[in-house]
T-cell receptor, first 112, second 110 residues
Framework: DTAVSQTPKYLVTQMGNDKSIKCEQN?????MYWYKQDSKKFLKIMFS???????INETVPNRFSPKSPDKAHLNLHINSLELGDSAVYFC???????????FGQGTRLTVV | EDQVTQSPEALRLQEGESSSLNCSYT??????LFWYRQDPGKGPEFLFT???AGEEKEKERLKATLTKKESFLHITAPKPEDSATYLC???????????FGQGTTLQVKP
């Protein structure tokens, strides 16, 4: 059973489009995250939710909007996609904040 | 400012040639030092958590250690399947975030 699963794995889209990435965890964890990994492999946190409540909101454009319908799901919606949004986006979960995080397989977003 | 630096950026070893990866950090309010392994096209895979200076953890050919300023990931007699990017991260109790280093890409040649 996949612990943290995100879909889609690959996403190619044109500039200006709106897209969503979905994430689900079956570990019973309270905390979920979205990370962005750039071309230099640097992982940077974007958002963190604890029991559906937003607790970390890094300086990301307002075009990025996370939504957590329940504590097992955390989706990421991106409006008006730009070329610079191209990256790999990872969802992760942890039992609670500042404990070991478990990552999904990533979504490679390419904006053309 | 909280910061973590990994060295070297890249490391090439022959099979069986032991070495160490370094993760140095400056943080106010350290709450855990984490090591991950990332294979190409996959998400980071959790390896170890260390919470206090002097703590050590082992898993197969890997051993992680922690001091007040840095952590080491020792690789003993590596095999080609140990080739991957190794990431360290620390938890900052001040910001509530996991801060990642840029990683060390390890290549082990047979």
């Amino acid at each position: 059973d996949t612990a943290v699963s995100q879909t889609p794995k690959y996403l190619v889209t044109q500039m200006g489009n709106d897209k969503s990435i979905k994430c689900e965890q079956n570990l019973g964890h309270d905390t979920m995250y979205w990370y962005k990994q750039d071309s230099k492999k640097f992982l940077k946190i974007m958002f963190s939710y604890n029991n559906k409540e937003l607790i970390i909101n890094e300086t990301v454009p307002n075009r990025f909007s996370p939504k957590s319908p329940d504590k097992a799901h955390l989706n990421l919606h991106i409006n008006s996609l730009e070329l610079g949004d191209s990256a790999v986006y990872f969802c992760a979960s942890s039992p609670r904040g500042l404990t070991e995080a478990f990552f999904g397989q990533g979504t490679r977003l390419t904006v053309v | 400012e909280d910061q973590v630096t990994q060295s070297p950026e890249a490391l090439r070893l022959q099979e069986g040639e032991s070495s160490s990866l370094n993760c140095s950090y400056t943080v106010s309010g350290l709450r855990g030092l984490f090591w991950y392994r990332q294979d190409p096209g996959k998400g980071p895979e959790f390896l170890f958590t260390l919470y206090s200076a002097g703590e050590e953890k082992e898993k197969e050919r890997l051993k992680a250690t922690l001091t007040k300023k840095e952590s080491f990931l020792h690789i003993t007699a590596p095999k080609p399947e140990d080739s991957a990017t190794y990431l360290c991260a620390f938890g900052s109790s001040n910001t509530g975030k996991l801060i990642f280093g840029q990683g060390t890409t390890l290549q082990v040649k047979p």
